[in-house]
């Protein structure tokens, strides 16, 4: 399994990314996959969620309204559209597949994240 996660930069408030994360060694088009962040000195926290299908979305309260998560099965790559980005949304992001209708992760090892840093 590997999971690589890119499109992290530094960026002023309100201003987008959009990060992307790339799987292999799995059947993607078969699992509920999610973003997780954290933040320096803080625990690593859920994100979004997303079903195989791409048909249903769930998301942290502080992120609802901003951010977009989406996928494309024909190229095993997830998405994280962030618009109207603040300061507390500096953190590594991190991907990763999850169980079905919750927020427990199934693959232990994780990549190596994609640093998004928002600061004026």
């Known amino acids: 399994v590997q999971l690589v996660e890119s499109g992290g930069g530094l960026v002023q408030p309100g201003q987008s990314l959009r990060l992307s994360c790339a799987a292999s060694g799995f059947t993607f088009s078969s699992y509920s996959m999610a973003w997780f962040r954290q933040a320096p000195g803080k625990e690593r926290e859920f994100v979004a969620t997303i079903t195989w299908s791409g048909g249903s979305t769930y998301y942290r309260d502080s992120v609802k309204g901003r951010f977009t998560i989406s996928r494309d099965n024909a190229k095993n790559t997830m998405y994280l559209q962030m618009n109207s980005l603040k300061p507390e949304d500096t953190a590594v992001y991190y991907c990763?597949?999850?169980?079905?209708?919750?927020?427990?992760?199934?693959?232990?090892?994780w990549g190596q994240g994609t640093q998004v840093a928002v600061s004026s």
């Open positions: 990763n597949a999850v169980q079905k209708g919750t927020t427990a992760t199934i693959f232990r090892s």
